[in-house]
């Protein structure tokens, strides 16, 4: 069977290595205090203009399980592949646990997870 390797956006993987590799990615996010946005999402001089604004650095917080849950049904129905999601490190992220979470409600496809 085909595998595809998915990860998050905290990983920084080069644009061109995503593409060429096509690796799906699931966005954390970013927090200001008036909005949640996906990394990617705005542009980054948004941040920096907020920095400016206010001398202070949004906040991030972690792709929660019902996101993973969505992100990996897309992946096997687009692709048709098991999952091997590298994730982020369990000891400086919330994020491997959600994935962990997710898997919960991913029985009907194949996740592997390393982090």
Avoid: W
Wanted: charged letters at 20%; aromatic letters at 8%.
């Amino acid at each position: 069977m085909a595998i595809v390797i998915t990860t998050e956006s905290c990983s920084d993987l080069p644009l061109a290595v995503r593409q060429q590799k096509k690796i799906p990615i699931v966005p954390m996010h970013i927090v200001f205090p008036d909005r949640d946005c996906a990394d990617g999402s705005i542009p980054v001089e948004e941040i920096y203009a907020y920095y400016d604004r206010t001398k202070k650095i949004p906040g991030t917080s972690a792709v929660n399980p019902t996101e993973f849950a969505d992100f990996f049904h897309r992946v096997a129905r687009k692709t048709g592949a098991e999952i091997l999601h590298i994730g982020y490190s369990s000891q400086c992220s919330a994020t491997f646990s959600c994935a962990q979470m997710a898997l919960e409600s991913c029985k009907d496809i194949t996740v592997r997870l390393g982090g």
